[in-house]
């Protein structure tokens, strides 16, 4: 059963940065290389909504907001996805949450989420 789980998130400074990762495991490297993985997060009282996502062939998408600021990545010998958070605004303040998917495979996992906090 696969399993995801964050780490990396704390409290920081406005333009200050944060690497997020995401481990997956219990599937090989060969699943983990099928599937889109994704950053999705939730500020207090708003849906959660996307963030960014790489697809199995790194091509990445970003949410308007943190364009030029966040980078995702993936590690397929490490079965990680991370999320570089550069330039942070209190406005990023979330719990952000990785997300895995594959249609085909009938997969959609979620980890716990890891609270980011931006603030002076």
């Known amino acids: 059963q696969v399993s995801l789980v964050e780490s990396g998130g704390g409290l920081v400074q406005p333009g200050g940065s944060l690497n997020l990762s995401c481990l997956v495991s219990?599937?090989?490297?060969?699943?983990?290389?099928?599937?889109?993985m994704a950053w999705y997060r939730q500020a207090p009282g708003n849906l959660r909504e996307l963030v960014a996502e790489?697809?199995?062939?790194?091509?990445?998408n970003y949410e308007d907001s943190v364009k030029g600021r966040f980078t995702i990545s993936r590690d397929t010998d490490e079965n990680t996805v991370y999320l570089q958070m550069n330039s942070l605004e209190p406005k990023d303040t979330a719990v952000y949450y990785c997300?895995?998917?594959?249609?085909?495979?009938?997969?959609?996992?979620w980890g716990r989420g890891t609270q980011v906090t931006v603030s002076s």
């Open positions: 997300n895995a998917a594959h249609t085909f495979l009938g997969i959609n996992a």
């Open positions: 790489i697809t199995e062939d790194r091509v990445a």
């Open positions: 219990g599937v090989s490297r060969t699943i983990f290389n099928l599937y889109t």
